[in-house]
Structures are given as C-alpha cells and as structure tokens.
C-alpha cells in the first residue's frame, strides 16, 4: 500500500467508521434479545411466583448491566460519526434520514434510559408491576431503536419517496422513505438474527451451569428455554433470509452477483461453493460449482435469469471476495445453528440432553456463533452497497468530509482502536466473573462462590470499608 | 403551496434550544458529580456520590443524542459545518464519556483495578467536561466556511479562548455537581461539597467575566447588539439577574439550605446561556449561516415535529417518574448488585 492510500481521509474514515461500528453491533446484537428475555422471565416470576425465574432474571440482570452501559457509550459515537467524517452525507441526505435518527432519540433511548434506571435500581423501591413494566419498557425501547436505524440502513440500501435537488434529496413520501422495499426483510431478519445471538448466549451460559453442576434448576431452565425458542428461530431465521436475497436480487443486483461470487449472468446459473474471486481477472481461482443450483434458489426456478457482475461496469461493483466470504460465513454459521438445535432434539428425546458432556462442552464453544454471523450478514450487507453511500445515487467518496486530512483520521483512528481494546476485552472479563458466579439470589461479590470444592476466584480480603456501600450496609456475613 | 400555519424554524429553535440546555443542565450536574468524585479521597463518601446519580445519570446523556440528533434533523447545514470543524474536541468528548460511563459498572465489578476505574470516572467526567467547554468557546469564536463546508483546520478550535472556556466549564459542572449533591447527601459530605460550591462558583464568575467582557471587545456587532439605546435597557436585566444569582448561589452555599444552591446554580446557568444566544442570535453557524439558511426542508421539520410534540412530555414524564422512584437523600444501599 502506498503512503498516499495510507492517509487517504476516504479510506481511512472508512476503517474508523467499520472500526466503531463493528463493536458497537455486539452490544445491540445481545441487549436487544436480554431485554425482551429478562421482560418474560419478570413477566413469568410475577406469573407463577417461582423464585427459579427471578433468580434467572437478577442473574441477566447483572450481564445486561454491563453490556448495555457499554452500548450506550459506543452507540453515542455513532451519530456524532456523520458529522466528524461524513459531512457531505450528512449535508445531502439530513432532510430525508434527520428524523428517523431523530425518532429513533425521542421513541428509544429516553424510554431504554429512563426505565433501565428502575430496572436495575428500582426493585426495592416500586411494586413488583412496575418493575416488570420497566422491564417490558426497556426491551420496547431496544426494539424501536431496531427498527428507526434499520429504516435508515434500508433507505440508504434501496432509496424510495425522495427528490433531488442541487445534488441533495429531499422527501416526497415519508411512508415510502420509512417503508423502502429492503425495510421489512431487513428488519425481520436482523431481529430474529439479534434473537437468537441472545439464545445461542443463554444455551452457552446453561450449558457451563449445568457442567458445573452448581444451579441445576436454573440451568435446565435456561437451557429448556433457549432451546424451544431456537427450534422456531432458527429454521425461521434461514427463511427470512432467503426472503431478503431474493428482495436483494430484486433491488441490488450487484450485490447479489457479489454475494454469490456470479461473474457470467444468464439462465441456469451454477451456484458457486468455494472460490477466490479475483476482482481484476474478474473471475473465481479455485471455484467448486454447482450447475444450475443457483437459479434454483436465487429464483427458484430452474432456468431463471440472473445478473453477473460483468453486466455492471466496473466502477459499480463492490469488492467481490469481502463480500462472497462474509455470505460464506453467515450462511455456515446458521447451518451451525441448525444442526446445533437438531442434536439438542436428539439428545432431549433420548433423555440425556442436561447431562451429554461434550454436548454441553460445544454449546459452551457455540456461544458466540450468532455475532460472528451478525458481523458476517452486516458485512455482506454494507460491503455489497459499495461504492455507494445511497445505493446506485451517491458514491462513499463523495460522502467524506472534505477539510479532513490524513493525519487527524489517523490520530483519531489509534485512539478509538486504544480505547475499545482496553475497554472490551475488560468487560469480556467482568461478564466471565458475573458468569462463573452464577445466578445467585443474593450479592455474588461478597461471598465466596465455591466451584467444585474450592472457591472460583481468589477471596478479595478488603477491610468493609473499601467495599461498594451496597455492600458493606447490607453486612453480609460470609 | 400556502404558507405554513406556524414558523416552524422558529419552533425548532426553541426546541433545539431547550433540549442543550436540559442535556447541559442535567449531564452538566453529574459531570461535576464525577469530578467532585476525584476531588473526594474518602471512599464511604465516593460510594454515596456514586450511588448519587447510577439510576439517572444514562438518562442524562441521552439528552446529548437528542440535541445531537435534533440539529442533524433540524439544521443540517449546521451539523455538516460545525462538527467537522471540532473533529477533535468531539473524539476526545465521545472518548472521554465512554470511560465515564464504563467506570458505573466496571469499578463495582472490576475490583482488582477499582483505581483506574475510578480515576476513569474522574477523570472521563473532567475532560468530557472540558472538551465541551471548547467545544462552546470555539462556537463563540466562529468557524472557516466556504459554501456549505468547513474549510478550516482541524486544530483551528485550539485557542486561548477556547481553553479558558474550557476550564470554566469545569469549574461551571463543578458547581452544577455540588449543588446536586448537597440536595441528596447529609452530614460531612454536604459541608464538603458546599466549600468545593463556593470554590466553583468563583471561577465561573471569573469565566462568565471574561466571555463577557471579551466577545464585545473582539466581536463589535456583538458589541452593538448590547451597548446601544435601546437595547441596553431591554438586555441590561440578564446581566442583572445573573449578579443576582451569583450572590444567592453563595449565600445559599453558606447556609443550611438543601435544595437553593442547585437551583441558584441552575438560575446562573439560565442568565449565561440566555446571554450568549442574544449575543449569537440569528445565527447557528456564527458569522455566517442563520437558523433559516440551515433548516432543514419545510416537509422535513413538519414531520418530526408531530411526533415531538407528542413524545417530549411523555418523555419528560417518564423521565420524571425516574427520579421520584430515586428521590430523597441517597440510602447508603441503593445499588443492585
């Protein structure tokens, strides 16, 4: 690479802006599920009273805790993005995205905000109505969010009910803009997406409580839970999917040429398996095909007709093999899935589901498989919108703010890449920690949690003053 | 097509307005909660100042996405030249409030490295807090434009002005902080934040001084717009009222009133900010571009306003209904986990 792409602004903005939001969907793509999963299992302890269910949801709690502060603060750097490395984007589409950012403030986050306060500190001090009303209010506000920054994405991916004027659009519908024809695919299959991220976490946590064999109860809870709402999720997950390919065949072509790695269009198209795309030779090394597979499901038909890269000129194509690879990816991990939830089926019905070690032990391994497919689907998603920031109107480098240079989007690019390194590999460690406590009904820190005969972590002796006043007032005796 | 029933740039600005000043009033007090928290070595006291503002202070913070958004959505002419132009003073806020804002959770959970996390806290809250103070000397000052981008520097921020402004931000926060905390803390706590009170407050007067003095000597429209009949007699009473409040704010600091320095506090922080929009008023990108050249399309403010105008009192509400669940003096056990 030479030293100009090195302090290219273009460029450089560009890695920032995949820098602070590949980080940042990790958080939505867990809260989003843990809210609506601690809302029901509020809903089911007021329900039923069984102390199982609460002791579930204080245990959530906690993890929700940490990651949706750490939410919160990676999600205030997004928008202020638009405007430090965006600026041209934001001049010229404000007037039709502005107030589906703006409803996205006023309807989601005062609401996840104000209720997450009482969620987390409110249990001692309201009825138990209103604390599960808060729950229920925290998981709608995730929801909402979903849904305004999905209907931005979709607009930009396929713009409807705008006009342009000198070079900047403007709304002519704002049901068209809100409801363009990628909106409720896209919507769909990100929620269920998020959804099951959150389950596979949920089986991966039962799992390793039931290894250790500490909360039996609660274990074989989670883990029954978890399972019967993946049986549904996951098959209509890969549904959902296949819905919003063949919207994108419908409204981003390219993109889906890209997806499948399809150089030649035609009738009868091969699916492709394995490939390296080459994006100068336009062709794939290495390529294991399938004759007329892909028409098959591309549009299911047999002989339907599919557009190849090379019916696009070359300026108008993403980079190929980011975006074949990130498919690959995604797709791979929701069969992962699938076979995942089936061996769990085989295992329930011959009664051995809670105590198949290296069953549980791979569940343990799943846990993360739904962010990597959420970073593998985002990816195929923004990647494929290349070269444009409005897909097919305006181009990623004409969007970037002109009076940067590459020395301040490199200086502030080293400093979001020393902050999120320090900030979440910690709190990866402090969900272990409140994970390895396990879902105890009382403070987790001041005990000693004994794991297998001998404590889990080394007992920190602090003399009762130097422990949080929580802690210290409510005087434990260990 | 007719023209519009009400002037809605008009109603946008208040609204834009109104939601700045909530985001610098309510993240404002527990800004300076967190840096009175530095200030405070005695950990019993650290855990109370804490527990403090937990429950409210995310809440706080989302008034900074609001204004955020509302000048995206409202003027974005504005946002497209302004914040290009504090590149940095924006990165090292944004960073600063996500140690902050980390340091709630991680300093409880993360025991074995409670001192960065509380210095974490501390200090997040004080450069956030400084970034914003140049972040408004900056604004005051004006930016390089040429059509409808900024042409600047990305260090032209960088000025004596701006620092100044800076520092007295803090020391603004500060005041902010101690007033909230005198309103729920009792006993040796409160006598301590009412002495950091009086510390605080005379570096604003001596901060509100120099923005006062310095933007009419540097700016002569700004000069005009204040000093000449009849403008005088109508504008004189911000001033005045400001002096006013100063010296409630320090009596209030030296007696056994609970809840009168935050409000005084708050009454300051009204008399500066009304001040400043008359000195910049019509303008949203000083010196250049008015709140009617950067407003959004007519269509564009109509329709979110509809949803505002419905949402903002629920909201407010709601907001409510969350500090009259914390109300009262903090109780030593509040925390959750």
Not at chain 1, 178 to 183: K, L, M, N, T, V
Not at chain 1, 228 to 252: A, S
Not at chain 1, 401 to 424: E, F, H, K, Q, R
Not at chain 2, 306 to 314: E, H, M, N, R, S
């Amino acid at each position: 690479m030479s030293t100009d792409r090195l302090l290219d602004p273009l460029i450089l903005s560009r890695l920032q802006f995949v820098w602070v939001v590949a980080w940042h969907i990790l958080l939505p793509a867990f809260t989003v599920g843990i809210a609506s999963y601690i809302a029901m299992l509020e809903g089911l302890h007021a329900w039923t009273k069984n102390p199982v269910y609460l002791r579930i949801s204080k245990f959530w709690i906690r993890v929700f805790a940490v990651t949706f502060g750490m939410g919160v603060v990676s999600g205030i750097v997004m928008p202020f993005q638009f405007g430090t490395n965006w600026s041209r984007f934001t001049d010229a589409v404000s007037n039709v995205v502005g107030p589906l950012f703006a409803y996205e403030g006023l309807t989601a986050f005062f609401l996840e905000a104000a209720f997450l306060g009482v969620l987390l500190f409110g249990r001692k001090l309201v009825p138990p109505w209103a604390h599960f009303i808060a729950a229920s209010m925290v998981a709608l506000g995730t929801l909402l969010s979903t849904f305004w920054i999905l209907a931005v994405n979709s607009w930009m991916q396929t713009p409807r009910g705008y006009t342009v004027v000198d070079g900047r659009f403007f709304p002519a519908s704002w049901v068209d803009i809100i409801f363009s024809p990628s909106f409720p695919y896209r919507l769909a299959h990100v929620v269920s997406g998020f959804y099951v991220t959150t389950a596979f976490v949920v089986l991966a946590v039962a799992a390793y409580t039931l290894r250790k064999g500490r909360f039996p109860d609660e274990g074989r809870v989670m883990m029954r839970m978890a399972l019967g709402f993946l049986t549904l999720f996951v098959p209509l997950q890969i549904v959902l999917g296949d819905m919003h390919g063949l919207n994108t065949l419908e409204h981003q072509p390219a993109k889906l040429a890209a997806m499948e790695g399809l150089w030649e269009g035609g009738q009868g198209v091969p699916a492709s398996l394995f490939g390296f795309p080459d994006q100068k030779a336009e062709t794939n090394h290495f390529e294991i095909t399938v004759p007329k597979l892909g028409s098959l499901y591309l549009t299911h038909h047999w002989d339907g007709a599919v557009k190849g890269l090379k019916d696009f000129p070359a300026d108008q194509r993403p980079p190929v093999i980011v975006v074949y690879w990130a498919f690959r990816v995604m797709v791979g991990a929701g069969l992962a899935m699938l076979a995942i939830v089936g061996v769990g089926w085989l295992l329930r019905w011959s009664g051995r589901l809670y105590t198949t070690e290296w069953y549980l032990r791979g569940l343990q391994w799943a846990g993360p498989l739904g962010f990597i497919a959420v970073l593998a689907g985002w990816t195929t998603t923004e990647v494929g919108r290349q070269p444009w920031t409005v897909y097919g109107l305006m181009r990623t480098a004409d969007s970037v703010t002109p009076s940067l240079t590459g020395g301040d989007v490199i200086l502030s690019l080293l400093m979001y890449m020393a902050v999120y390194l320090l900030i979440y590999p910690t709190g990866l460690l402090l969900l272990r920690r409140i994970v390895r406590n396990g879902p105890l009904d009382h403070d987790a820190e001041n005990d000693t949690p004994v794991e297998s005969g001998r404590p889990a972590q080394p007992v920190v002796a602090l003399p009762l003053a130097q422990l949080p006043e929580g802690h210290a007032a409510e005087g434990h005796t260990p | 097509m007719n023209g519009p029933m009400l002037d809605l740039v008009g109603v946008w600005t208040v609204i834009l307005g109104a939601g700045v000043f909530f985001y610098v009033l309510l993240d404002g007090f527990d800004l300076g909660v967190g840096m009175l928290y530095g200030l405070n070595p005695d950990s019993t006291s650290r855990g109370i100042i804490m527990n403090s503002i937990a429950p409210i202070w995310d809440g706080n913070e989302t008034w900074l996405i609001l204004g955020g958004l509302a000048l995206l959505a409202a003027f974005p002419l504005a946002f497209a030249i302004i914040i290009p132009a504090l590149y940095f003073p924006v990165l090292l806020m944004l960073l600063a409030l996500i140690f902050r804002g980390v340091a709630f959770e991680f300093r409880f959970k993360d025991k074995e490295h409670r001192g960065f996390w509380d210095n974490a806290f501390a200090y997040g809250s004080a450069v956030a807090t400084f970034a914003q103070g140049t972040v408004l000397g900056a604004f005051i000052q004006g930016f390089q434009v040429e059509g409808r981008q900024f042409t600047g520097g990305s260090f032209d921020w960088l000025t004596p002005f701006s620092v100044m402004t800076g520092v007295a931000l803090m020391a603004g926060y500060t005041l902010l902080g101690a007033g909230w905390l005198i309103l729920k803390t009792e006993g040796g706590l409160q006598d301590w934040a009412r002495v950091q009170g009086r510390r605080a407050l005379i570096l604003v007067l001596v901060g509100i001084g120099i923005v006062s003095l310095w933007t009419p000597y540097a700016q002569p429209d700004i000069a005009q717009r204040w000093f000449t009949w009849p403008n005088i007699v109508f504008l004189a009473p911000v001033p005045l009222a400001s002096a006013v409040l100063a010296w409630a704010t320090w009596r209030s600091l030296g007696r056994d009133h609970h809840a009168w320095p935050f409000v005084y506090g708050i009454g300051l922080f009204i008399t500066a900010y009304l001040g400043l929009a008359i000195s910049l008023w019509p303008n949203i990108v000083p010196h250049r571009y008015s709140l009617w050249d950067a407003a959004s399309s007519e269509s564009t403010q109509a329709f979110l306003l509809v949803g505002t105008l419905f949402l903002l009192p629920i909201i407010l509400l709601y907001s409510g209904w969350s500090y009259w669940v914390f109300r009262g003096k903090v109780k030593a056990d509040a925390g959750y986990h």
